[in-house]
């Protein structure tokens, strides 16, 4: 198979397909093995759904590749080989490091939900039901049948598989859930502001108690808001050593408000498996 081609590279319809890597381990040695490509979806679901994201692969050797999750729910529609049916999947948030073999040929058509985000179209649980759960979609979500995954699958260009996973994804129109608006909000404020380090201190910013933020958490994101923020910590960490030749770790951690070098070495190991030294040098 040709090396594939980067996401900023890859065909696709709208603006074109975006590039994000942040949460792959060693993002290098998956793009020389398979094509991955994000795109946007329809403007109606943006507001619950932070991207598409397609990958194809058709490897003479198997490979395993691993991610550092985000606090986000997957729909995946997938096929393994070309006589393997297409079948869809609901992944829950990873608590860890989420693994992840390649063999053969094969197809992904995922949509990455916003943190807080999927709630709403699945109102029956909290959200903390699914966490660290694989089932078939159509558990949880009764249109995503084996039909639906040949849809979204069958199109031969990204074009046709983003209208098609536009077109499932506007059927289902979940009611309005102000509730999901607040959590959606505030699990964006954790990811972009580097000055969030401490659970109080944000639940007293955001005028709300901190077991109530915890239970809009567990409700609506998953997880807790430690974990978001501590989450947060190790994508900025494993950006940086994925990217940057000669880390000052030290000054990493301070800006990363960890107490010493050294928590935020026991954090990246324990969750990525390595210390982040090694992560960097073996790039």
Not at 78 to 93: C, H, I, K, S, W
Not at 103 to 122: D, E, N, S
Not at 174 to 181: E, G, L
Not at 244 to 272: C, M, N, P, S
């Amino acid at each position: 198979m040709p090396a594939a081609p980067s996401p900023a590279d890859a065909p696709g319809p709208g603006p074109g397909p975006v590039r994000d890597t942040r949460g792959i381990v060693d993002p290098a040695g998956l793009l020389s093995r398979v094509r991955f490509r994000r795109h946007p979806p329809a403007e109606p679901l943006r507001r619950h759904i932070e991207t598409y994201w397609f990958i194809d692969w058709d490897l003479p050797e198997p490979y395993v590749s691993h991610v550092v999750p985000h606090p986000s729910v997957h729909l995946t529609f997938q096929e393994d080989g070309a006589d393997a049916p297409p079948y869809a999947e609901l992944t829950g948030v990873a608590l860890g490091l989420y693994t992840r073999r390649l063999t053969g040929r094969g197809r992904v058509c995922g949509a990455k939900f916003r943190p807080g985000g999927f709630r709403p179209y699945a109102p029956g649980h909290p959200v903390s039901h699914w966490t660290g759960r694989v089932l078939r979609a159509d558990e949880v979500l009764p249109r995503a049948t084996p039909d639906a995954a040949r849809a979204v699958l069958g199109p031969h260009d990204d074009a046709g598989r983003v209208a098609a996973l536009d077109a499932f994804l506007l059927a289902l129109a979940p009611a309005p859930d102000p509730r999901a608006d607040h959590a959606m909000d505030l699990a964006e404020r954790i990811r972009t502001d580097r000055t969030v380090r401490r659970v109080g201190d944000f639940a007293q910013a955001q005028g709300v108690s901190v077991r109530g933020l915890q239970r809009l958490f567990a409700e609506y994101v998953g997880i807790t808001p430690k974990w978001a923020i501590l989450r947060c910590r190790i994508h900025e960490a494993l950006e940086r050593a994925g990217k940057e030749a000669d880390v000052d770790w030290a000054t990493l951690a301070a800006e990363l408000g960890y107490a010493d070098q050294a928590h935020l070495i026991r954090d990246f190991k324990a969750t990525v498996g390595v210390p982040p030294t090694s992560y960097a040098t073996g790039r």
